[in-house]
């Protein structure tokens, strides 16, 4: 009995020292520093625990669109959905060729990810950019942005991942939106 009571107590002093985590999961997202490829922003699959990433493996524009599509496999998307149209993102998807065979793919909002940190393309994207400020979004344009990125990230580059992501894509495509922005708010 009195050997239960001592592990009993043993037990209450080192539970509340023992770390749970979480399982780790795969999640698609960017970031919006420029790469050494010559983009203005990166896409990634991130590795992400308790809310935090933990791991990321960059990846390039169409791995990302057929993975996130669902027409390729990946651990970000085991159910294989179209994780754009689940998240009410128009115009994400494949471009049919004129035999009817799919040729590329296309996703306007995520072609203008730049425009949340640039003025101008720069050479490397044609048009003009949202941000208030040349190579970064002003201060209340950061506020803004994040709303899209979990409380454990605070920098404007990111990372923006999972649903977050997909929203601010979503969002970008409401011209109201894309207003709000430019303003700061």
Not at 144 to 169: E, K, N
Request: proline share 6%.
């Amino acid at each position: 009995m009195r050997n239960q009571l001592s592990q009993l107590i043993l037990l209450f002093v080192l539970l509340p020292c023992l770390e749970v985590r979480s399982q780790a999961r795969y999640e698609f997202g960017f970031s919006l520093n420029p790469t050494a490829q010559g983009t203005l922003y990166g896409l990634f699959l991130y590795t992400v625990v308790d809310g935090q990433v933990v791991g990321s493996v960059p990846m390039r524009m169409l791995p990302f669109f057929l993975q996130a599509s669902g027409m390729e496999e990946s651990r970000a998307n085991l159910e294989m959905l179209d994780l754009f149209a689940e998240h009410g993102i128009a115009g994400c998807g494949p471009l049919a060729s004129s035999t009817g065979a799919t040729s590329d793919m296309d996703c306007l909002p995520m072609k203008d990810l730049w425009k949340l940190r640039y003025q101008d393309g720069m050479g490397v994207a044609a048009g003009m950019g949202w941000a208030a400020e040349p190579m970064r979004p002003s201060e209340r344009q950061q506020i803004i942005l994040q709303h899209y990125r979990s409380p454990h990230h605070t920098h404007w580059h990111g990372p923006y991942f999972g649903a977050d992501a997909f929203r601010l894509l979503r969002d970008m495509q409401d011209p109201a939106w894309v207003e709000t922005y430019r303003r700061g708010g």
